[in-house]
C-alpha cells in the first residue's frame, strides 16, 4: 500500500493511493494514520480495504507527512562511502546517528526556508524507514520485521551550523522546514529489498545526486537493529538513513548551496518523488507538518 495524508496543514486526512494513481479517502475508516493504524494489526487491517470501495479525493491537495504522531526523527551520518569521500571524512567504523528536531518535519512539497543568515543550506535525499512496531535490542536478522514502510526524505542541512558552531551536528540539521517526508508511506511488502532503490535529486533542473541504497555502508536492518540498543523504537518513528554524493558541500571545484528562488526535485524508487521551492527567511514563514 501507499499510505498518505493530505489537505491543508493541521487538517491533514489519512488516505491511500490506489492503482490508477489517484488519492482514496480513508477518514471513514481510520481518523488518522498514526502509531495504532501502521503498526502489524493496523496495517492487516487498512490492506483488507478494497481501495475501489473508498471515496475519490478530487483536485491535487498538499500532501502532509505520511504518518502522524512522530515522536524520534532519527539520521544517520556519512552512510555512503563515496559521500564521506566528498565530505573529507573518514568511513565510519559505527553508524553516526543525531537527531533532527521533529518540529522540522512537514509535507514533501512544502516550501524550504533558509534560516536567517545562512549561507550553507545544503540537500540530501536519503531512504526513510517509519517504525511500525516496537524495538528494543532487536537483532539484525528480524529487524526488517519491526519496519512498516519507507518513504522518500530531504534531509535539508545547515553545513555551517552543523560543521563550524561547535559542539553535536542536530543543531545544522532540525531548523524549520528541514524535514520533508513523503509524499506516500509505501509499505515493506510493496518495497521489497530495500538495499536496491535508485535515488535522485535536482537542483533547478541539474541532476547533483545520482545514487543508489545498493552503496549504503550500514543497511537499513543494521541501523534498526543497532538504533534499538539505545533506544526504544516506536512506531511511527522515523529513520532517515544517508545520503549519496553529490550534496552542495561537495561540489567541485567548489562548493555550492541554496538561496532563495531555488528548486529542488528529488525522488527514490518505488518511494515517490517530492518538490520544494526554496524561500528566504520569514519569522512566520515555515510550513508545519
Known sequence: MKLLRYGPVGQEKPGLLDAGGRIRDLSGHVADLGAAEISREGLAKLAAIDPETLPLVEGTPRYGVPVAGTRKFLAIGL????????????????????????????????????????????????????????ASYVTEAEALDYVAGYCTINDVSERAYQLERGGTW??????????????????????????????????????????????????????????????????GDIITTGTPPGVGMGQKPAPWYLKAGDVITLGIEKLGEQRQQVIAYAPDGGAAA
Not at 559505527?94 to 521533529?102: Q, R, Y
Not at 542536530?170 to 538495499?195: H, I, N, R, S
Request: contains cysteine; charged residues 25%; negative net charge.
Open 79 to 134: 552512510n555512503f562511502a563515496d559521500h564521506a569521500a566528498e565530505s573529507n571524512m573518514p568511513i565510519p567504523a559505527e553508524p553516526i546517528f543525531f537527531t533532527k528536531a521533529v518540529s522540522c518535519l512537514q509535507g514533501p512539497n512544502d516550501p524550504v526556508m533558509i534560516p536567517r543568515g545562512s549561507e550553507k543550506t545544503d540537500w540530501e535525499v536519503e531512504l526513510g524507514v517509519v517504525i511500525g512496531t516496537r
Open 170 to 235: 542536530d543543531k545544522g540539521k532540525g531548523c524549520d522546514t528541514f524535514g520533508p517526508v513523503g509524499p506516500w508511506l509505501v509499505t515493506a511488502d510493496e518495497v521489497g529489498d530495500p538495499q536496491d532503490l535508485a535515488m535522485w535529486l535536482d537542483v533547478n533542473g541539474k541532476r547533483v545526486q545520482d545514487g543508489s541504497s545498493r552503496t549504503m555502508i550500514f543497511g537499513v536492518a543494521r541501523l534498526v537493529s543497532y538504533l534499538s540498543e539505545f533506544m526504544t523504537l516506536e512506531p
